[in-house]
């Protein structure tokens, strides 16, 4: 199959089944069109996935289209937008066909449920990458950025965190117990948290998703922010599934393991209160204070100061 019957085959009728009318232009010419409301503005951003360091050497089509769109999206949740469109920029070794039905049937399930039309993309052979620009929108101003974060504000994250580095050493088991699939269903099928960020869009003073470890991704948002917090770490929602197959390395995979695309963000106390968790449950893990640094309180065992979470130049997990 060669670039052109590949796009004919595949990237077509995923961008027909997605399509929505803020895509004036799909597939198909020189650029994609998008069209946004007046008094709307557009964010986007880009994530690359690649064999080997994001998901491994063998790796089923259909799992690499969910992760990888999930993942993308996840940046549009943490802005508080609406999602609306997005790119793919495909590297292949070869045009395998099967792996490219699997991988483009769930890639067009999975648009359509988070509600994005494939715009347009890339196509080019070499070893396997995927990346996706993921297009969304907000009314003008009310994006929420990771530096607005003041001090004595509550630290809050969304479900549970530590699930997907949990999944980790047990990507090629083909028999998981039922704890071990939870674990490895949040690896594979990242849950972008669209509901409760674009309902935090009006409340929350800064956010950030969960994609290289809670102690990086609130560590980044802090020094936006120019202020610092303190989070009690025996506070950080773990997964019972977590729990049961990590036990007492939970604590720290919880802390520093990242792709678990959960949020993590700053309220103002007087904007708490339980019906924010109507979507996803949420949980007060600190607050915030003047002196800049993240301060960690009940520090589980096996936690070193060293340990923050993914860095792609760092050697990994810190
Ligand atoms: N190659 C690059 N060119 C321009 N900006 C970049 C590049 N790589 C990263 N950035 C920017 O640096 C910031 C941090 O990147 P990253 O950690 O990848 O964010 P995220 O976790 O949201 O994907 C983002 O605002 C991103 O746009
Ligand atoms: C097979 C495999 N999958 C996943 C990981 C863990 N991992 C790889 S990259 C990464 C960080 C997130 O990726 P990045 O490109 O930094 O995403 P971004 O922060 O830009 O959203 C993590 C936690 C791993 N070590 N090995
Ligand atoms: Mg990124």
Same mark, same amino acid.
């Given at each position: 199959?060669?670039?052109?019957?590949?796009?004919?085959?595949?990237?077509?009728?995923?961008?027909?089944?997605?399509?929505?009318? +803020?895509?004036?232009?799909?597939?198909?010419?020189?650029?994609?069109?998008?069209?946004?409301?007046?008094?709307?503005?557009?964010?986007?951003?880009?994530?690359?996935?690649?064999?080997?360091?994001?998901?491994?050497?063998?790796?089923?089509?259909?799992?690499?289209?969910?992760?990888?769109?999930?993942?993308?999206?996840?940046?549009?949740?943490?802005? #508080?937008?609406?999602?609306?469109?997005? &790119?793919?920029?495909?590297?292949?070794?070869? *045009?395998?066909? +099967?792996?490219? *039905?699997?991988?483009?049937?769930?890639?067009?399930?999975?648009?359509?449920?988070?509600? @994005?039309?494939?715009?347009?993309?890339?196509? $080019?052979?070499?070893?396997? *990458?995927?990346?996706?620009?993921?297009?969304?929108?907000?009314?003008? /101003?009310?994006?929420?950025?990771?530096?607005?974060?003041?001090?004595?504000?509550?630290?809050? @994250?969304?479900? &549970?965190?530590?699930?997907?580095?949990?999944?980790?050493? !047990?990507?090629?088991?083909?028999?998981?117990?039922?704890?071990?699939?939870?674990?490895?269903?949040?690896?594979?099928?990242? %849950?972008?948290?669209?509901?409760?960020?674009?309902?935090?869009?009006?409340?929350?003073?800064?956010?950030?998703?969960? *994609?290289?470890?809670?102690?990086?991704?609130?560590?980044?948002?802090?020094?936006?922010? #120019?202020?610092?917090? $303190?989070?009690?770490?025996?506070?950080?929602?773990?997964?019972?599934?977590?729990?049961?197959?990590? #036990?007492?390395? +939970?604590?720290?995979?919880?802390?520093?393991?990242?792709?678990?695309?959960?949020?993590?963000?700053?309220?103002?106390?007087?904007?708490?209160?339980?019906?924010?968790?109507?979507?996803?449950?949420?949980?007060?893990? /600190?607050? $915030?204070?003047?002196?800049?640094?993240?301060?960690?309180?009940?520090?589980?065992? #096996?936690?070193?100061?060293? !340990?923050?979470?993914?860095?792609?130049?760092?050697?990994?997990? %810190?």
């Amino acid at each position: 199959m060669d670039e052109f019957e590949l796009i004919r085959r595949f990237v077509d009728p995923v961008a027909r089944a997605t399509r929505n009318e +803020a895509v004036r232009l799909g597939p198909g010419d020189d650029g994609a069109i998008q069209s946004v409301p007046a008094g709307y503005e557009l964010v986007f951003s880009i994530d690359t996935m690649v064999a080997g360091v994001h998901f491994p050497n063998a790796y089923p089509g259909h799992c690499l289209a969910t992760r990888a769109l999930g993942a993308a999206v996840s940046d549009l949740a943490a802005m #508080g937008a609406d999602p609306v469109c997005f &790119t793919l920029s495909l590297t292949l070794p070869h *045009s395998d066909e +099967a792996f490219l *039905s699997s991988f483009f049937q769930s890639l067009s399930d999975r648009a359509q449920a988070l509600g @994005v039309a494939l715009a347009g993309g890339d196509v $080019t052979a070499g070893p396997l *990458s995927v990346s996706v620009q993921a297009h969304g929108q907000v009314p003008a /101003g009310a994006a929420i950025t990771r530096g607005g974060a003041k001090p004595d504000q509550l630290v809050v @994250v969304s479900g &549970t965190l530590g699930d997907a580095a949990g999944a980790l050493d !047990m990507l090629d088991r083909d028999r998981p117990n039922e704890y071990q699939g939870a674990l490895l269903a949040r690896y594979h099928r990242p %849950e972008p948290r669209l509901a409760l960020g674009q309902r935090l869009r009006s409340m929350a003073t800064a956010a950030v998703d969960v *994609s290289d470890g809670l102690l990086a991704d609130l560590g980044h948002l802090l020094v936006a922010s #120019g202020c610092g917090a $303190t989070i009690d770490a025996s506070a950080v929602p773990c997964s019972d599934a977590l729990l049961r197959c990590a #036990g007492q390395g +939970a604590g720290v995979l919880a802390l520093t393991g990242g792709d678990d695309y959960e949020l993590c963000f700053t309220l103002p106390e007087v904007q708490w209160s339980d019906e924010l968790s109507e979507t996803v449950p949420l949980t007060v893990i /600190g607050r $915030t204070h003047p002196a800049p640094g993240l301060d960690v309180v009940n520090r589980p065992p #096996g936690l070193n100061r060293a !340990m923050t979470g993914y860095d792609h130049f760092g050697g990994g997990r %810190e």
